[in-house]
């Protein structure tokens, strides 16, 4: 019975740390300077113009759009839970 409860012990702390992860703000830097770097490299490949300043556009949305998720995110279970 205990090596069970250790083992749930266990699987909810990996399931904490695995939610930390998924809505940490080191992911969210993670991801956006990994878009920006790629964006950037294409730009250069199909010789685009400004490619520094170009890759900002779509690098900020996918910024603004995980910013703005945890409201909308609120938003939805509120309408939710009304019905």
Partial sequence: MGKEINLIKERNRRVET???WETSNTKRAIITVMTY???VIFLF???APS???TAL???IGYL???LTM???KKLWIKSINKK
């Fill in 18 to 20: 695995d939610k930390a």
């Fill in 51 to 53: 490619p520094w300043l």
């Fill in 57 to 59: 556009v779509p690098t």
């Fill in 37 to 39: 770097i790629v964006i």
């Fill in 45 to 47: 490949i199909i010789n």
């Fill in 70 to 72: 945890p409201l909308f």
């Fill in 64 to 66: 603004l759009s995980t």
